[in-house]
């Protein structure tokens, strides 16, 4: 009687089950395949960001790809596909994808999706530097990233927002976001220990876009560059003659050019000064998968690592 008893009990169990699952899928309900909040990165270096916050807890599409420079992307018809269905957008901000052709706001506002309902900016909370070409003091540098304190404050807002839109898992977001930031603070306190050890008169890092001056200021090296921002008019022959005169008036030994440009500005500086070009460093994107600079740690543990080792040369 008791066996039959429970049988009829396990019976009714799977009934209600399928009942439940059934309603739930006929009303628009989400299925445990697709239960995750549907989430958007506008590169790279936040899609990695969010994959450490939330491991498997969410479904991601990055939007441009890696090696591609934001600042200009086109976004592609899948891209506006996912981007209408995703719970959640997060970009940079400070002027990186909505500068230009602004190709973010406005797919955003196509997918009609709303600032700080649904798009959010990784950045919230920087303290913003600006740009120094003449006419273009009012516009801000959005390579904040390059200083590890501001990218563990993209991080912390990232844990924030994942927790108000999905709170069932935010033992898990609070958890894995701890242990990450320490990785980071770790990082960057070694890579400060490092630079204040290079000679004040080797402390320039001259590379092809201006989009250290976040870097320099955390880890106390001036900036020089070529161009101040990626542009269809860059290497022009005074940007060459300013550049020049700064490597000249000091005693760098080595040269950097990021991975996102092509070398051939920066291997007319190295033939003018007849200094090498030490590594090639990261800035917009992060490396294609498999190489050590394929994540936002392992691109800032490499360009921290070749930037020290180049200026104490």
């Given at each position: 009687?008791?066996?039959?008893?429970?049988?009829?009990?396990?019976?009714?169990?799977?009934i209600m089950g399928g009942v439940l699952w059934f309603v739930n899928s006929s009303q628009g309900g989400k299925t445990?395949?697709?239960?995750?909040?549907?989430?958007?990165?506008?590169n790279s270096i936040i899609g990695n960001m969010i994959e450490e916050v939330a491991g498997n807890k969410v479904n991601l599409h990055t939007l441009v790809p890696r090696g591609t420079d934001p600042h200009e992307y086109e976004p592609r018809p899948q891209d506006v596909s996912v981007a209408q269905e995703a719970d959640v957008l997060f970009h940079n901000g400070l002027n990186l994808e909505t500068g230009g052709s602004g190709w973010f706001k406005k797919m955003y506002q196509n997918a009609g999706k709303k600032t700080n309902k649904q798009v959010f900016?990784?950045?919230?909370?920087?303290?913003?530097?600006?740009?120094?070409?003449?006419?273009?003091?009012?516009?801000?540098?959005?390579?904040a990233w390059l200083d590890m304190q501001n990218g563990i404050k993209y991080v912390k807002n990232i844990e924030k927002v994942l927790i108000a839109k999905d709170p069932d898992n935010a033992s898990i977001y609070k958890k894995r976001t701890a242990a990450y930031v320490k990785k980071l603070s770790a990082l960057d306190k070694n890579a400060k220990t490092k630079f204040n050890n290079i000679p004040e008169h080797k402390k320039l890092l001259v590379t092809s876009e201006g989009a250290f001056k976040y870097f320099s200021?955390?880890?106390g090296i001036k900036p020089a560059f070529i161009w101040e921002i990626n542009t269809e008019s860059q290497g022009t022959p005074e940007q060459m003659k300013q550049v020049l005169e700064k490597i000249r008036s000091t005693n760098v030994p080595s040269?950097?050019?990021?991975?996102?440009?092509s070398p051939k500005t920066m291997e007319?500086?190295?033939?003018?000064?007849?200094?090498?070009?030490?590594s090639k460093i990261y800035t917009d994107s992060l490396a294609k998968k498999g190489h050590a600079a394929d994540t936002y740690y392992g691109m800032m543990k490499w360009n921290l690592d070749k930037i020290s080792e180049g200026l104490s040369k």
């Open positions: 009687m008791i066996k039959r008893l429970s049988f009829i009990t396990v019976t009714i169990i799977i445990s395949q697709h239960d995750k909040l549907q989430l958007v990165a506008t900016a990784a950045s919230k909370g920087v303290v913003a530097k600006h740009l120094t070409d003449k006419g273009k003091e009012n516009e801000l540098d959005p390579h200021a955390a880890y040269l950097f050019v990021e991975s996102s440009v007319k500086v190295a033939k003018e000064t007849g200094l090498p070009i030490y």
